[in-house]
């Protein structure tokens, strides 16, 4: 069999976080009842007239300057023109002449080292609604509440290869747009979904091979069974001596195979024109400065900076900016105890063994900054213990309980009564003579078992340090 390489090309619709729709006062809040949340600008009734909102046009901004591109400083809208039954006025206001954003670029790890994955544009647009399909009724149901949702296209150039290439760009493409605050990217909303463009040719070839699309994918895992399954069933064709048609597919990841839906339209099908109803766009310099000026730092400078400013491992870094709301997280919690590291420790293990357990994301953490320093406070001081601390952090995890309250109502403060502690380690050995005839012979686990014996007869509240020097100064004289 030949050898063949892959190309990729996605074109990734982002729901950008406006309250209000882009044409519309609508709201954009996600669910509600059908056609509660719209009106008859988005669902395009004779007579209405949409009017522009400024913040899609700053989210948009923000989203291609963070991305390396240019702002066309005279961009306009475009009628792209077909029928679908979600899309009542049988037209979508986009972008295609003259879009937003040109030329920018994402970063990504690879295998192979580093690599610039090109951005061609960034258009604003906005979405068509959504059809149910009943088959207890036999019938389609047409909710419009999402007309008018305002969404950006990023499309990239053709240069990914593989699907591990896929996803790096879209992890990275996501966190970026989190951090900017402009979506909030929730795949399984439809917040952010791509339409992956892919074709497959001889290695060494120059010419791309026909390319097909699958469209709004929404889940990382389902992309790269797509792209895995598209890139087989097209090589399979050319093996045999057929051609690859232009189209577009739908991925059923139930099936783990792709269907064909409809020949692949070009731009002429839609038969573009200017839209009429909205006068084109000036950016100026100050505008394009002013969103500048308000862009947030971004993960790769904050994993510098926590490396720099909290001497923290890059390793530690990573994880922690992985998820603004992590990192906020983070940030506050260290302003209030001043421990870096020792925030980082609790945010990376017990957080995260909890996240996995409950089958969370870092963004659904609910407990807040002072929670988390009053608990390390709490350790600091003595008042309890690490074993004690990590049931206390599990009930604020979970429950969000107060944690000095939680220890005061359940009596797990620490316990520093040196002369009772001395009192049952004494017990405690001579209950066990045994352990100190092992101690004697040079088996240090025995002392290992008295300190246990102890902390479970203090009910995990004594202080191990304590515990750990008085057992070893009485296994010692004895």
């Known amino acids: 069999m ?23 006062g609508c709201t954009t809040q996600f669910g509600g009842e059908p056609n509660t949340h719209c009106c008859p600008v988005c669902t395009g009734m004779p007579g209405t007239l949409p009017v522009l909102n400024k913040q899609v046009v700053e989210f948009a901004m923000a989203a291609g300057l963070a991305l390396g591109c240019t702002i066309t400083q005279n961009c306009k809208f475009d009628r792209k023109n077909y029928f679908y039954p979600d899309l009542p006025k049988a037209y979508q206001i986009s972008q295609l002449y003259l879009p937003i954003c040109r030329d ?35 019938c389609t149901l047409v909710d419009y509440n999402r007309c008018g949702v305002p969404l950006i296209e990023i499309v990239s150039e053709p240069d990914m290869r593989s699907a591990e290439e896929v996803v790096a760009y879209l992890e990275k493409l996501r966190l970026i747009l989190q951090y900017l605050g402009v979506s909030d990217c929730k795949m399984q909303e439809g917040s952010l979904r791509a339409d992956i463009n892919l074709s497959v040719r001889e290695v060494g070839a120059t ?12 889940s990382f895992k389902a992309i790269a069974r797509a792209i895995e399954g598209e890139r087989k069933r097209q090589i399979e064709l050319l093996e045999y001596g057929k051609q690859v048609i232009q189209e577009t597919r739908r991925w059923d990841d139930n099936k783990d195979t792709s269907f064909a839906m409809r020949s692949k339209e070009d731009a002429q099908d839609y038969r573009y024109f200017p839209e009429p109803d909205l006068p084109p766009i000036e950016i100026s310099d100050a505008w394009i400065e002013k969103v500048k000026a308000s862009q947030p730092e971004l993960r790769d400078e904050k994993m510098l900076r926590y490396q720099k400013e909290f001497d923290l491992p890059a390793y530690d870094a990573s994880i922690l900016t992985a998820s603004r709301h992590l990192a906020d997280l983070f940030e506050a919690t260290v302003a209030l105890c001043s421990k870096p590291k020792e925030v980082s420790n609790w945010l990376m293990v017990e957080t995260m063994r909890l996240l996995k357990e409950m089958e969370m994301e870092a963004d659904e953490i609910r407990f807040k900054p002072t929670q988390l320093a009053e608990l390390i406070e709490l350790v600091d001081s003595n008042k309890i213990n690490r074993t004690v601390a990590k049931e206390v952090f599990e009930k604020v995890f979970k429950e969000n309980v107060n944690p000095a309250q939680y220890v005061e109502e359940k009596g797990l403060g620490m316990v520093s009564d040196d002369g009772l502690l001395r009192s049952t380690i004494e017990r405690i050995i001579s209950e066990n003579s045994q352990s100190v005839i092992d101690y004697k012979n040079g088996k240090t686990k025995a002392m290992g078992f008295l300190v246990g014996q102890t902390m479970k007869e203090m009910k995990g509240k004594a202080d191990p340090g304590r515990v750990n020097e008085i057992v070893k100064e009485l296994l010692d004289l004895a």
């Open 2 to 24: 030949k050898a063949y390489e892959t190309v990729i090309g996605l074109e990734v619709h982002v729901e950008l976080a406006t309250k209000s729709k882009i044409f519309c």
């Open 207 to 218: 010419e791309f091979g026909t390319r097909t699309e699958m469209k709004n994918m929404n």
């Open 104 to 138: 920018g670029g994402i970063e990504i790890e690879t295998e192979s080292g580093k690599k610039i994955v090109r951005i061609h544009e960034i258009h604003m647009e906005e979405d068509a609604g959504k059809l149910v399909h009943d088959p207890w009724e036999d």
